[in-house]
């Protein structure tokens, strides 16, 4: 969500600034902009895709400037809103929301100051600019300024004349890069690696002044204060597209290998340990009498999933909370209750915030479950496990969920054996099925070219219906996700047994029904629910196991009314079977969507990382 670069250098920045926010579409956008000091400002602006921003920029030569993409949170997608917005001859850019603009927008009016925007964004160059007449380093003015504003925000500024940029960040992403000819700043490390592979991760309330050949940095109470030099271990090719027409695509077929490094640790392992999940991990997992997981769209399905495994298989009480409903409302804290905190980013707005609203409720034994090590989740919590997927581009996730589930159901099984729930053939046996998890994932995906047939009969639809059983209704519902939101085809999950609860109204001829048929004790009961989507007249389209007995006589029988397609996974993998099983959802979403002609890496109103509530 929004995306900024900035940087101040002895080389032409103007590639770098575009190519940085080129690295930074798939965090969403509308609008896309830039300011240079040559030594005046130069401001350009565009509605649309970087590339027309870059067209402006031709020919442009500056050693200071500061870019962002904006996802519109205060006001509609137009050129007047883009940033950088400016006060004089200062220019700002700013990722988050200002709570308090409002408020500040009044006094700012009553001075004089005249708004040509509909964003709180614009409040923060006109407080500074203001600060300014008493506080006269920008430095400090913006220091000054940044403790009125209430709400998330990471900034870049820059002022003609002035050979520094100054940022600051408070509840935003935002990194530093220390270049051998210059210094930078970006909303994430894939925008910095074109120049630099040397990182600093500023924490919240940092305010630093980047200048070409030193950094400045000061703390939310001013003072000066040292971040470490991390060294980026993300390589560019990571982010390229390669042979793929989409980074959804690549990130499908990247899956197996994707898991195989999230499983690293364990590929000569004999026995589970705590120590996985942090040094402090035995010590907290030990008294754990329940688990509270939060998370927000695929990662809280995924954490639907887990709940299935931890209960099973450690015993234990398991609630999953949306995220952005558990911290407003009044829950019943257990400080004994493990919080696992699930985000591909890390920077998930509402988990953060839940995260640190289970900590004032005295719920200290906190695990992240997370795709980026330097996160502010990660820095959040007490435990941590890494799950090594790579840069995941696509807006609509898919390897980052395949390895946050290997990953909860690594938790599951460690927990089961703290617990004393878990035998040592059962441990092996665990340990040997995620083991060879990627192989079973690559199996899978062979399936795609009959799935791009079943696509086509996705074109013409405009509703669809998911069902699953068990802990593979989660998976329905990740693949219900998959489809809305990239070929706005409009689909819902249910719970198979809910069938006849209401949503049976809705099958007919025109609404496709998609199901999960894995071969475990819940396939008859499906069997049932299959037989009166076809009674119906309903279309089936059916994901079942190699030795899942799906059509029978009953579906036979129903002749011309009722159409049951069949794909066959190549094997039954038991209680990881929805890692496997969530993969053909993904290549029908994606091939349906390439049927529509639809935006697949950026779907529209979508952002990559909810930064913002």
């Not at 049951?564 to 094997?571: G, T």
Request: hydrophobic share 45%.
């Amino acid at each position: 969500m929004c995306g900024i670069v900035a940087a101040v250098a002895e080389r032409n920045i103007v590639p770098v600034l575009i190519e940085g926010l080129n690295k930074l579409e798939y965090r969403g956008y509308d609008s896309a902009g830039i300011a240079l000091l040559n030594p005046t400002l130069t401001r350009l602006r565009s509605v649309g895709r970087v590339a027309e921003l870059a067209a402006q920029a031709a020919g442009q030569v500056a050693h200071h400037g500061i870019a962002h993409t904006r996802w519109a949170t205060h006001g509609v997608p137009s050129e007047r809103n883009a940033h950088p917005h400016v006060s004089g001859g200062l220019a700002v850019v700013h990722n988050g929301i200002i709570e308090n603009y409002a408020e500040i927008k009044q006094e700012l009016v009553a001075a004089g100051y005249v708004f040509t925007s509909d964003t709180d964004t614009e409040v923060i160059a006109h407080l500074i600019h203001c600060t300014l007449k008493s506080v006269p380093d920008l430095f400090d003015a913006v220091r000054v300024a940044a403790q009125r504003l209430v709400g998330a925000y990471a900034i870049a500024v820059l002022q003609e004349w002035d050979d520094r940029i100054v940022v600051a960040r408070h509840g935003a992403p935002l990194l530093l890069g220390v270049g051998e000819d210059g210094r930078y700043a970006a909303s994430d490390a894939s925008a910095l690696l074109q120049v630099t592979r040397n990182m600093i991760y500023l924490e919240d309330g940092d305010i630093a002044e980047l200048k070409r050949t030193a950094t400045r940095i000061v703390d939310a109470q001013g003072t000066v204060v040292k971040r470490p030099v991390c060294v980026s271990t993300l390589s560019a090719d990571a982010v390229e597209l390669g042979d793929y027409q989409h980074f959804m695509q690549k990130e499908i077929f990247e899956q197996p290998q994707a898991l195989a490094a999230t499983l690293e640790m364990i590929g000569g392992a004999q026995t589970l340990t705590p120590n996985l999940f942090g040094v402090a991990a035995p010590e907290l997992f030990k008294d754990a009498d329940a688990v509270l997981i939060l998370a927000c769209g695929t990662s809280y399905h995924a954490g639907l999933v887990a709940r299935y495994w931890i209960e099973q298989l450690a015993g234990l009480p398991c609630t999953v909370e949306i995220a952005s409903e558990y911290r407003y409302r009044v829950s019943v804290p257990n400080p004994r209750q493990l919080v696992v905190a699930i985000s591909q980013s890390g920077e998930t707005a509402d988990t953060l915030a839940s995260v640190k609203h289970a900590k004032a409720l005295g719920m200290a034994r906190t695990l992240a479950l997370c795709n980026v090590p330097e996160s502010a989740i990660v820095r959040e919590c007490a435990l941590r496990f890494l799950t090594r997927a790579g840069p995941e581009i696509g807006v609509a996730s898919t390897k980052a969920f395949t390895t946050q589930l290997a990953a909860l159901f690594l938790l599951a099984t460690t927990l089961a054996k703290q617990l004393g729930r878990l035998s040592p053939e059962q441990e092996t046996a665990h340990l040997n099925a995620l083991r060879h998890l990627p192989v079973a994932v690559q199996k899978v995906l062979m399936l795609e070219p009959a799935i791009k047939v079943w696509a086509q009969h996705f074109a013409d639809k405009h509703h669809a219906l998911f069902l699953g059983r068990g802990h593979h209704y989660p998976i329905a519902l990740e693949g219900a996700l998959k489809l809305k939101e990239i070929s706005y085809i409009h689909a819902e999950a249910y719970p198979a047994g809910e069938l006849k609860h209401g949503p049976l109204a809705l099958v007919d001829r025109n609404m496709p029904v998609i199901s999960i048929a894995p071969n475990d004790a819940l396939l008859e009961k499906l069997k049932s629910n299959l037989k009166e989507v076809a009674a119906r007249g309903g279309e089936l389209y059916v994901f079942a196991d190699a030795d899942s007995v799906v059509e029978d006589e009953a579906e036979e029988a129903e002749g011309d009314q009722a159409a049951v397609h069949v794909l066959r996974l190549p094997e039954h993998y038991g209680l990881l079977s929805p890692v496997l099983h969530v993969v053909p959802l993904q290549l029908l979403s994606y091939h349906a969507a390439l049927v529509k002609g639809t935006d697949v890496d950026k779907p529209r109103n979508l952002a990559k990382s909810v930064t913002v509530e």
